[in-house]
């Protein structure tokens, strides 16, 4: 029988045992994940029960994929959650969906890199969904500024992929709804849209206008407005989105 002394040792390595294992988890979440269309961070499932729905989520300008990694906490502990790095450079550490076009006043995308930057999350979202066995069907993509702008331009050129997209201060893409193809499928769309009246980037004005728009188009945007706000997320954001991805 083993003594009290051989005992603790042993119960001291298991917990040590724990500790690493959980640490080692923590730390490949945190690793860049490389080899697909695009570059990535990843939460996996806390909980699993078949394969997992996913939340996709593209930072704004001049940032990167660490960004709204930490936001992962907060989302359902059955969701894989992906946070993506743009496609483009933009000073030593950040990245860009796209450059503004400077020829125009009011905050206009170049449209070739919009669709540059569509074409490899089209090509990325299946290559997740095969790489980490998640559920084809169940896919939101959501984005902060520029990321925001990704979001619409995917979700609404490409609806039979996406379930949902998610809007956080973004404004709907010059001249998109115009390329947007009513279909049953895009009529299914969940759409989130989440902006602050105090944004001095891209407007509350702005944000308004792209859910007027969409529901000219036939389809229900959910509106959330947040007084004050500047061009930012706030805790109240996420918990709406949350929500809103819950229900």
């Known amino acids: 029988m083993p003594k009290f002394g051989d005992m603790k040792r ?5 917990c040590c045992t724990i500790i690493s294992i ?7 979440n945190n690793m860049l994940q ?3 269309a695009l570059k990535y961070l990843v ?10 729905p996913v939340a996709i989520l593209m930072h704004g300008y001049g940032s ?6 930490e936001l992962a906490q907060f989302f359902p502990d059955d969701f894989l959650v992906i946070s993506v790095r743009a496609p483009y450079p933009q000073g030593p550490t950040g990245f860009q969906w796209f450059e503004k076009d400077r020829s125009k006043q009011k905050y206009t995308p170049i449209k070739a890199q919009v669709e540059d930057s569509r074409d490899l999350l089209l090509k990325f979202i299946p290559q997740v969904v095969s790489w980490h066995h ?3 069907a169940n896919i939101y993509v959501m984005g902060f500024s520029q990321g925001a702008i990704m979001s619409y331009e995917v979700g609404l050129t490409s609806p039979a992929t996406i379930k949902g997209i998610g809007i956080l201060s973004g404004g709907l893409p010059t001249g998109l709804e115009k390329e947007i193809k009513p279909s049953p499928t895009l009529s299914r769309l969940r759409i989130f849209i989440a902006h602050g009246t105090a944004d001095n980037i891209l407007s509350y004005q702005d944000g308004k206008d792209g859910y007027d728009q969409l529901v000219k188009l036939g389809l229900k945007p959910e509106l959330h407005t947040y007084t004050g706000m500047a061009h930012t997320i706030t805790s109240q954001v996420v918990a709406d989105l949350v929500k809103w991805l819950k229900s």
């Open 10 to 14: 042993i119960a001291i390595f298991i």
């Open 64 to 69: 990167n994929e660490a960004d709204l990694f």
């Open 22 to 28: 959980a640490f080692s988890a923590c730390a490949q």
């Open 134 to 136: 998640a559920d084809a």
């Open 34 to 36: 490389e080899g697909l």
């Open 43 to 52: 939460r996996e499932p806390r909980t699993h029960a078949g394969k997992p």
